[in-house]
């Protein structure tokens, strides 16, 4: 397969704020890519230059072999766009919205615009200003889908939708995929792009710190777990255990935190052993985990 998205130090200066610096990718014709990171990290700046909405400090990004900036529309009529906040003209409704759009694109299959309409339950006939958060996120999400692009943009798409909508989400992401286009999905939720990828980006700081295939991101998997004990817990109970990455005392008395990566068999077959009367589990955020697994080899590098 040849590349669509060539990107070669791509990097956009904002003098005092963070953008992004160095970012080099490529991304195959029908891939589906995902771009991971914690908010703020430099997706959506990315995402514009991509867009021809910023111009970049250095290095290049090409669509389909055009420049990003200076053929901008080029490389537009390959895409379909959802930016991170979807917003239109709030007197007009779902239906003229997409009508307009469609006709800026030269027209759109009229019966692949309904199936979608269908499937994500909106009603065309209300009001933007109308529409709940999520129902805005739909016609977003319509107006990028509709005319079938060969590379899909899609900024935090999920963000707004119920459980159903996100299942019928990744569904329209497979068949995008089966169809042979391509799909770049930006996201701060690991299980969505998990849910949907082949490969991933994964940016934080404005640097892209790794590139890998999807099955590979297992070291980010991690859930915090919370052991309450009738007694005085000792950290060394749990320091050994095969996948625990850390253990300190909790916020309570006879409480123990820990950082576990992978099943917790282990860790809960020894806390019967030690009389534990609760335990809570919770995924950290992206950004907890970023600043858990990044920080301390960024801190070796530097001191090295």
Request: a negative charge; glycine letters at 10%.
């Amino acid at each position: 397969m040849s590349d669509l998205i060539e990107v070669s130090k791509l990097t956009k200066n904002y003098g005092r704020q963070r953008g992004i610096l160095d970012v080099t990718l490529t991304i195959q014709k029908g891939e589906v890519f995902g771009f991971l990171g914690p908010n703020g990290a430099g997706k959506t700046t990315t995402i514009r230059i991509f867009m021809g909405l910023l111009r970049p400090t250095a290095g290049s990004a090409h669509i389909g072999g055009f420049d990003c900036w200076q053929q901008s529309t080029e490389a537009k009529r390959l895409i379909g766009y959802l930016p991170g906040e979807f917003t239109f003209d709030p007197g007009l409704t779902g239906a003229q919205i997409l009508s307009y759009l469609g006709h800026l694109r030269g027209g759109v299959d009229q019966n692949y615009l309904k199936q979608l309409v269908e499937r994500l339950d909106v009603d065309p006939s209300k009001r933007f200003r109308a529409y709940s958060r999520g129902n805005k996120q739909k016609i977003g999400l319509i107006q990028a889908f509709m005319h079938q692009p060969e590379l899909l943009i899609l900024d935090e798409p999920t963000s707004g939708l119920d459980p159903l909508n996100q299942q019928e989400f990744y569904k329209m992401i497979a068949e995008t995929h089966q169809a042979g286009r391509t799909v770049f999905l930006s996201s701060h939720i690991l299980p969505e792009v998990e849910h949907t990828c082949q490969r991933v980006g994964i940016i934080r700081e404005g640097e892209l710190v790794q590139i890998s295939e999807v099955a590979q991101l297992n070291h980010l998997k991690q859930q915090n777990v919370t052991i309450g004990f009738a007694q005085t817990p000792a950290t060394e109970w749990f320091s050994a255990v095969s996948g625990v990455l850390s253990v300190t005392a909790g916020s309570k008395d006879n409480e123990l935190v820990l950082s576990v990566q992978g099943d917790l068999q282990q860790v809960i077959a020894l806390a019967a052993q030690h009389a534990a009367i609760h335990i809570t589990t919770h995924e950290p955020n992206l950004e907890e985990v970023f600043l858990r697994y990044y920080q301390p080899a960024q801190a070796a590098t530097a001191n090295a």
